[in-house]
């Protein structure tokens, strides 16, 4: 994106620096032979000065460049950094600002530091909320960063939902911010930012902190593939199915062991397994009568293998055998069958 070359700007406002200034924003900043930065502590040990002392060096060290004559020579390329901030959307995670100025990872050091110097550019800290961020103006980065917050605010603990559905609830959040801010490219970037929404391997989004974005197992990865499904999925399809998506090792008996363990999962047929979410009832088959019974009251036969089925993938012989149980169920004399009190 950038023309100009950052080493050599660099190199150019260091030179108007006395030695020891100069050795130490080198260092600090990373724009010696190699990339390696150093703690104010370690250049304090290296002249014997504490690291407080270090600390002014440096803040001098950036002063006198920015009232140096030198750095007016390099008014083209501040105002070509300005320009792609403005391009970039104004604000942008320090990490995605870097890679879009130059894919030449040897030059970030040298872009951070003409960044550190050039007045227009302000870096705000990482806390538990945002990642490292630059802007231009304050007042641009604190209305993407309310309009996240709220978004975060708005999903619940296991909420997953699509790119397209979260970045139109951004563009939603920010009111009358500028439309031309307002195109998906810009809009993707400003989610980078947020620390507390991200998306899990297979794109959508929901809280960080949830394992159905932040997948860390076999039950993590399971419960996305049968999401993804859609409906229920025996265990060596389960199987199967994280190692097309995920590119992950799941052996069949160690998904299925995962599977029984996990309250997200029911049991709902030999072998298949759906989603509690999906509203299916916990239990053996004996358990999904009684539940019914209890909330439905007297029923017929073919009532409740309706609702049974819809329940559990078993068959209709299965449920008549189950109501047999005359400890738990009762045979009236119209034929409808209710729960023995």
Known sequence: MITFKPKTVTKR???VLPPRARDVLEKR????VTSETHTLESIGKTYGVTRERVRQIENYGIQAIQKSDVYAEFNDAIDELKNAFESLGGVISETDLFNELSKDSSLHNHLYFILVVGDPFKRIKEDTSFNYRWCLEKKVSETVEAALKNIFESLGEDDLVSESEIIARLKNELGEIEEDLKNETILK???SISKQIDKNPLGEWGPASSPNVRAKGIRDYAYLAVKR???PMHFKEVADSIKELFNKKAHIATTHNELIKDKRFILVGRG???????GYSAGVVKDVLRDILNTHGPLTREEIIDKVRKERYVKDNTIIVNLQDVALFKKLSDGN???VE
Do not use: P
């Open 229 to 231: 499904h859609g409906s």
């Open 189 to 191: 970037r400003w989610l």
């Open 29 to 32: 900043y990373g724009l010696g």
């Open 13 to 15: 406002l260091l030179s």
């Open 272 to 278: 298949l397994y759906a989603l509690s979410e999906w």
């Open 337 to 339: 069958y209710m729960l």
